[in-house]
């Protein structure tokens, strides 16, 4: 009974982790992208700050996926 | 102790194997979870095990893993030890050495100069471009059939953000003076009752950032993977040979992100810790 509940909860959670991480970097790419559309010379700047945001925003996310596999273990 | 944590979970996970394989009926989601298992756990090659009194101490055996550690390493020492003998004596570097000028001129001018400043960068770049081609190498090398990525194991990681931790305390506390740093993490001018609060949460945020990089490295490279064999292995659930050209063509597809993510990792975890260490070190306003 442990072991079904453990391997469901880890399911559901990568899954709501997941879709945070999603919506987050959906967001900020939406964002990145009406910025260079605007002002062409600062592409290269907003490109180097959005690949960083998103790697931060999918850390987050590796974190509770990490958590998630631990738990799909027991 | 280096071992430790992905033993216990490689352990948990050889059982859960098990147990699957017999409960489950079916022989295909146990053997392709044991195959997962597998390439991600760490194989012996040969053990040395340090018993001072008869009890067992420490695991020094060197594993696949070490091996690879061992194999980046000697390439970056041989490959820059080269690139910097010609530097020197001004002569032609060859097509291929030619290659890992750019990467380095781009941490230095693009990465520590911009942030750090050009003198108190200087002296700390010798740790960013470690940093960076070791875990580039790292992640590289484990996209190679049959060898293993070294960055996959949670203690490799560890050590990597450990010397950013490292760092952070060690050198702050030499740049700025050793009581001047703990007093500098809580910003001048706040309220008496807010220090309480806010100097151990400034502590803790120091260590929990560090932590942070090596989980986002260690899930980065070992997700990677695990995708890869799990595609791979939806070939053996289905039994079937006409899966095998979508799979391998999602697999080949993975393949190519695992490169560019390879290098992301590298570059995001060597920012990061410019970023950090240049908040420790830079003297504070």
Same mark, same amino acid.
């Given at each position: ?8 909860? =880890? ?5 709501? /982790?997941? *879709?945070? %991480?999603?919506?987050? $970097?959906?967001? #900020? +790419?939406?964002? @990145? !992208? ?7 010379? =600062? ?5 180097? /700050?959005? *690949?960083? %945001?998103?790697?931060? $925003?999918?850390? #987050? +996310?590796?974190? @509770? !996926? ?9 | ?285």
């Amino acid at each position: 009974m442990t072991g079904l509940v453990a391997h469901l909860s =880890a399911g559901i959670g990568a899954a709501l /982790a997941i *879709i945070g %991480a999603g919506y987050g $970097i959906g967001r #900020l +790419a939406g964002s @990145a !992208l009406e910025g260079m559309a605007r002002q062409p010379e =600062a592409a290269g700047d907003i490109r180097t /700050a959005m *690949i960083i %945001a998103a790697a931060l $925003i999918e850390g #987050l +996310a590796f974190l @509770a !996926l990490v958590i998630c596999l631990l738990l799909s273990f027991k | 102790m280096t071992n430790f944590l992905s033993a216990s979970t490689a352990n948990a996970a050889h059982a859960a194997a098990e147990a699957g394989e017999h409960a489950a009926g079916g022989n295909d989601a146990g053997t392709i979870m044991q195959h997962l298992i597998e390439h991600v756990y760490d194989h012996v090659l040969i053990q040395i095990d340090w018993h001072p009194f008869g009890w067992q101490w420490l695991d020094l055996s060197i594993t696949k893993l070490t091996l690879m550690l061992w194999v980046a390493a000697a390439l970056i020492f041989i490959l820059f030890r080269s690139l910097a003998g010609r530097q020197a004596k001004k002569s032609m570097r060859g097509r291929y050495l030619n290659f890992l000028e750019p990467f380095v001129i781009y941490v230095r001018d693009q990465m520590v100069y911009p942030i750090m400043g050009d003198t108190l960068g200087r002296k700390y770049l010798p740790l960013f471009l470690t940093q960076f081609f070791f875990i580039l190498f790292c992640n590289l090398l484990g996209l190679i059939p049959g060898m293993s990525t070294a960055t996959s194991n949670l203690a490799v990681c560890g050590t990597l953000a450990f010397t950013t931790l490292f760092t952070i305390i060690g050198m702050g506390m030499v740049e700025q003076g050793p009581l001047t740093f703990w007093k500098n993490l809580v910003p001048s001018g706040m309220p008496w009752p807010i220090i309480p609060i806010l100097f151990p949460l400034e502590v803790i945020g120091i260590v929990i950032k560090c932590f942070a990089l090596t989980i986002r490295l260690f899930a980065n490279m070992v997700a990677g993977h695990i995708v890869i064999l799990s595609f791979l292995g939806l070939i053996f659930i289905f039994h079937n040979y006409f899966v095998a050209l979508p799979a391998v063509a999602f697999s080949l597809f993975l393949y190519v992100l695992e490169l560019f993510v390879a290098f992301l990792q590298a570059f995001i975890f060597t920012l990061l810790s410019i970023i950090f260490i240049n908040m420790a070190v830079h003297p504070e306003h």
